[in-house]
């Protein structure tokens, strides 16, 4: 991490964004927990009698809390841009590794994905999210050539990693041109 790194970039970091499950995701999920639910009712046995309701009481809750903490996980995926470089849940970019940032539009995006991927490449991608922005990996060490990171604001992202990438390069000594070895 360069020394001279604004302070503003230090603390904060440059973008934070949270990529949960849509709405509607919930909505349809509870819709097909429910329909779970009345069939632990009609196949449980002696669910004719009044002992049956806390059977279909314990599914439900079941049914629900597995449901949630499943979107609960999916949602938890975060992308976050600061000084240290690009962090895509546990797997980080180096600031140093940072190279030019692409927003790619939905079309663009599923392109990469299908009939120009690389298997070489590093995926962060999140099926919801129809853009993403595709970064060139700097390090000439590292074979993975890109990163593409699924994001609802790609300009936004692109231009936080330009900016990381102008830091590092500022920082680096005059006649250094970054390559290791």
Known sequence: MPADMPADILSHGLLRE?????LWWWVVAIGLAVPSVEIVVVFAPNM?????WPVALAAAVVTT???????WALSRSVICV????????????PASAVG??????AAAAREILGPKARADAHLDTRPWIRTAVRVENADPADATPYWLVSTRRPQKLARALDQIRTTVAAARPAG?????G
């Open 48 to 52: 004719t009698s009044r002992a049956g």
């Open 100 to 105: 030019a940032a692409t927003p790619l539009d």
């Open 65 to 71: 809390a597995v449901v949630a903490a499943g979107l």
């Open 176 to 180: 250094d041109d970054g390559d290791v």
């Open 18 to 22: 949270r990529r949960a499950v849509p």
């Open 82 to 93: 600061d000084a240290a470089g690009l962090h895509c849940g546990t797997a980080t970019l």
